[in-house]
């Protein structure tokens, strides 16, 4: 940690930071420069809390200069981790495109689902049984009963099934009926309890991104659930929240590659929910890819127009199979298979 | 609700509109211009599913006009909400400002910092006992311990105590030791399942705005609550995520006509947050009383230089007891009192 | 225009809607809903001005739904616009890419930046000889005497020069040099009499999107240029302002799709400054032209570590040489070529 | 400057950027940490472009550790700075309340505009003669002879006229007519070569913020006006861009203490156009006058239903002259008159 002080920092002052950075048994290294004093941290910073630095008298701010995150990080792991979910593989050369609809509604539209799913070539399937929804007053998803649903549909082709676990007391449930992968959605990504249970169990975790989270707070959401002890953990960007009001969210690409460098995990991207409309995905889905993108989480809906819930951002399975051939081509551009 | 179709909206598409929107007992009303037709719909329009007209062909954009919160809107409850909280009034004419440390550490700190809440004059006490800490690594709080130690400290001086959950399976804990208002952190701001427990309980609620939250969004969370039974909801601005990097959050002080305006239920702002830095804390302590706030969330130390979090926004006991006097003349000027 | 009135909306307030409506020569259809009046305007809203409607008594809100912006959209416009340049198409199926340094340093710096863009493949050269900078005390730029510099290495290749016009004051200097094309930056995307000035010239101009300009504000900025008689518009995403500090700005690969959704005009995309650091130029470039952006503004010099401006942003020549290589596979595989 | 190397860079690395700061005449302090190398430039860093070490081999990031301002930095200039228009003094103990229509319109409407802007009791008027419009088919003002209209109503009741310059080009006509305080409006904060010319001239500036400028930037686009000779500027906080549509923009408060803090030249409010409703504008005059504004920009029009622009912010005469009663008593809670 490098502690600047103000520019009119007395001795007294510069001393109290030298002492404070010596409780914590580190060193402290006093640079004066010609308008500021500059304090270096020796030793491992992570045990400093820059706010106590901040809070001392004459101090004008601290910077961290170590990566707060320790497992997840690349920097102590630099190959890349690839995610085993029942032998297919996320985050190697093959990208994964995971597909299927918002939320679980009926035993016939999974099951049509599913099977659109699979003859588009996808090998993961998708669908909510627990739904967040902004208004109390909206479906809110069938619960145990849509895993069941779900289960059934999905396992007729052999679809591993992702889903989403809102509520740490549903972890149970979730186990009970085998969920392969579990989402934990943008609006947990910070709902630090549940993370720390799904740190302690053997699954796959896709983590993803908050609606305004900084990179910086998502590796450290990810750590919170590596160091639980599970590390099969798969980052999945699904935009943020910005000014604009023509889409829902904007797809942040520069986050793939910054990821790539800063994580070995996997990082798949939602084009769906990103964008908000059905029409803007497959350039987002190419986009993703052509950024590096291990894989994606697609929306596709038996027939859209009846979807119950967002219904304007789900592709046709004619969309989805079309989709898959152009990525197939994206993919072959940079090396990679679909 | 209002569909605005494209200016090549075949006859078939429209009609296809206006079938939908009779499938769910409304009427249509067809407004046909110079270069786009208008379909209204005509009943209650909250049954109707704004993505699911969205998706269907011919249709632009579409719009809801009425507005989605019932219970927490001003439309159909006019006069202002007052919640008591042990006979003290938030919402009323005097304001409250409720002080205390960010996290319970010790009882000696607990003991000190009732005492000089109630110094300051003060009715109201806060303090942390489950801290959401954006590391893995950092302090977690002392959990239920923590309470303990705040009940002890704050019954001396009969200060209510307030303090936040983040784990519905904590509720009953909190009941257990009679917690007086519960907080509803930022992170949690849109976890429904937690909002869904607290609207099953009797206790005032504080429901802090999301890092990113809309107006809109801020209020369904806080209808979620409602919607279970518990009309005792306070709203707190406590700043909002921005490109800026000076300070830690905006404090969004715009938020606070509006929400008066929008709904009857009390807002209380926490400037501590929002700035990040207690030299910033008067100054918007101030704006907010000035804007119509109904009161404060502030964090004070006994000693910042030695808080095991957040050191560096907390006031001392002296700057709390200055911040009063200052505050009550604010409060003056706009015919209140503190 | 379609004019909601707020729920206790007295039949005088309604009659004064519509009587403003009419003032203007259009027509009012008034939909009287089960909670709100809905008044429609019907005829040529754009001569409606909303602010005036939003300030009569008893509306609640208003809103357009023409686009307000007509040359420049495609509704009226339906093919592509290809943009000359020399006899280079922009927007056509060949991808342009256009390269060089941030700005005009040295004779023999653009010779030998002159030279790596020519053998790189690329057909357009980029340079900047009026530099808007953040601090007054950086270098601004050599003016006129960089156009010169720029124009002697440009043309040993057959480079056509694209330079930025900061101040209509400049624009005979840059008509006397015959600059090729015109780079309104950023800064000056709503400035709004230099708009006018450049759309009043026969010279190919590229609008940089605003820091945190919507789609709509940028389209209307184009609107300026197109009004003057210019429609020689080139759109520039470069990156938008958000909360994230790791990476300079966003860059908003969905602004694609929707740009060519909403403008006949060929939109290019500027990697180098949206991530701010060289290494995360390849990837966004390839998400970009995968999105379907027509061309990249690609900032290449000789020797960046010596480079004057936004030395951490440049490629070096064998990495742009590697990066054409890259791009030519991803435009193969969306059918298109560089 | 301080430059944090990579945690494997090597030493060679180390001494090519102690080698570079050396070039510039300033000294280096090589830190060895445990992790990481911190390399601190001692002398006066403001020489160093820190683009130019973020791109040196084995460098991970550097941080410039002294303002970049210095002529409006409060470093160097401790006491407050008065700006002195026709007598009335801005930034002093009385706060001074800048009344008047978004647009000069009529001769009528400006004389009457004048009467009650002096009646209500503020002592300057403020009217837009040049327009900066979103649209190119709106209404862009009169020019010149709106300049002539307001002179003639302004001087009536001895009010200075405070009016916003776009263009370089103008600033001849604005000298003629004498205008007393030159507003650069938020498109224009960073019109560089706008800046440097009202930098030459010695009339006091408003410049406004940004849409979305740091407090950095802001500072800086000050410093390119006092480095040319002017030093009567004046900031003008008038909300930022943020997701919130609810309003216009965010008013961003907290950017008056930390101005305050940062620079000694006034700093006023622009309530109207931060809110973008009437209705929003009182609670916001109160909250920025309470967190220290020296002032306020404020939108007042004889008959707001019938302004030519943003009509839905401005005040009547006699919400202006109520706003006053109220601005009275909380500039009197705080130790200031009105």
């Known amino acids: ?139 809110q998803g069938h619960g145990e009963e849509g895993l069941v649903m779900f289960r059934k549909a999905a396992e007729r082709y052999n679809l591993p099934m992702v889903t989403e676990l809102m509520d740490a007391r549903q972890l149970d449930t979730f186990m009970k009926h085998d969920v392969d992968v579990i989402q934990i959605g943008t609006r947990s990504m910070q709902n630090f309890d549940l993370l720390k249970e799904v740190g302690t169990i053997n699954k796959p975790v896709i983590l993803k991104r908050g609606m305004s989270a900084t990179i910086s707070e998502w590796l450290m959401a990810a750590e919170y659930i590596a160091a639980g002890g599970n590390h099969n953990i798969i980052f999945c960007e699904r935009g943020i929240r910005t000014f604009e009001t023509y889409y829902r969210n904007v797809l942040d690409v520069t986050a793939i590659p910054v990821l790539k460098k800063e994580t070995h995990l996997p990082v798949i991207v939602d084009p769906s929910h990103a964008g908000g409309k059905a029409w803007m995905v497959p350039a987002l889905s190419r986009a993703a890819i052509a950024a590096g993108a291990d894989g994606l989480l697609v929306e596709m809906h038996p027939t859209p127009c009846e979807a119950w819930c967002d219904a304007d951002q789900a592709l046709t399975p004619d969309e989805l199979k079309t989709l898959m051939g152009s990525l197939g081509a994206i993919a072959g551009a940079i090396g990679r298979s679909i």
């Open 1 to 139: 940690m490098i502690i600047v002080m103000n520019n009119g920092a007395t001795e007294e002052q510069i001393e109290g930071v030298v002492k404070k950075i010596r409780e914590y048994g580190l060193d402290a290294n006093v640079s004066r420069g010609t308008e500021r004093t500059v304090i270096g941290a020796i030793g491992d910073e992570r045990k400093l809390d820059q706010e106590l630095f901040d809070a001392l008298p004459g101090v004008e701010q601290s910077m961290h200069i170590v990566k707060p995150y320790k497992i997840v990080g690349r920097e102590w792991h630099k190959q890349d981790s690839i995610v085993d979910i029942k032998g297919i593989k996320l985050g190697g050369n093959q990208i994964q495109i995971i597909a299927g609809p918002c939320s679980v509604e009926t035993q016939p539209q999974m099951d049509a689902a599913a099977k659109f799913v699979h003859e588009a070539g996808c090998r993961l399937m998708r669908g909510g049984a627990f739904k967040p929804r902004t208004s109390p007053y909206a479906f």
